[in-house]
């Protein structure tokens, strides 16, 4: 049978047997183009082999079988159920990721929170602006105490006492005024202490009060009152200061 080379048109003579039962792949000799050449039936075999040749050119053999591939219809019933079920994974996985966004976005924002509220004096002293955010929320911005009352100073010329003397003993009652005296947000000890000297400076008596505030703005002050029961009658020097710990006894 004749072929012919569909990019020249150069025209060969081969073997009809040599292409049974899917094909052979060719190659033109004269410009190097491949194609796959399919067995015809017996009635096309003669009508080319009635048709002048142009050229009389033996085909090496060079080619290899060609099976002929099975034309798809459609999808199978099982490949639409694995498409459907890799759908639904994916979908799943979808969804799985978001929570885990969510999650992970709420962790972050908790310790944020907890770093602006746990490390607020270290935020002011890089970011000063913030300390009018953390005194309207009534938040203690101060360093951390290395002394009772540090920042905060018992004005002793505000100190006023007078004497009490009845059957019950000598009641001393005193007053005064605290001040913050720096330009942050102090918390104020729980427990304020009178202490009474004789006229040598030595310790007659002791007495604990509760301080009646908790925090103290930049430069604001508070007033404190407390009466000392039984007071010694050496007494003749007041001091006031801080405690953290004890009991209060008025």
């Known amino acids: 049978m004749i072929v012919t080379c569909p990019n020249c048109s150069t025209r060969y003579q081969l073997d009809a047997g040599a292409l049974v039962p899917s094909g052979r ?3 033109c000799v004269r410009c190097g183009h491949t194609w796959t050449q399919r067995p015809v039936s017996d009635t096309a075999a003669r009508v080319v082999e009635d048709e002048p040749e142009a050229e009389e050119i033996e085909v090496p053999d060079f ?30 996985q979808a969804a799985g990721s978001g929570g885990i966004g969510w999650f992970v976005l709420a962790g972050v924002i908790i310790v944020v929170l907890a770093g602006l509220y746990f490390l607020r004096a270290e935020v002011v002293s890089y970011f000063p602006p913030a300390q009018r955010a953390y005194d309207l929320a009534g938040l203690d911005t101060s360093p951390p105490m290395t002394i009772p009352g540090e920042g905060l100073r018992i004005l002793e010329n505000t100190i006023k006492s007078s004497v009490l003397d009845d059957d019950d003993g000598r009641t001393i009652d005193i007053e005064g005024e605290v001040q913050n005296v720096t330009r942050s947000t102090r918390a104020v000890p729980p427990v304020m202490q009178v202490i009474l000297l004789d006229r040598n400076k030595e310790v007659v008596g002791e007495w604990k009060f509760r301080s009646p505030v908790t925090v103290l703005g930049p430069t604001d002050k508070f007033t404190f009152r407390t009466s000392v029961l039984e007071a010694s009658t050496e007494a003749v020097e007041i001091q006031v200061t801080f405690v953290t710990e004890g009991q209060v006894q008025g």
């Open 25 to 27: 792949a060719l190659r």
């Open 63 to 92: 080619g290899l079988d060609v099976p002929s591939r099975p034309r798809r219809t459609g999808r199978t019933p099982a490949s639409a159920r694995r498409r459907e079920r890799g759908r639904a994974k994916r979908s799943r």
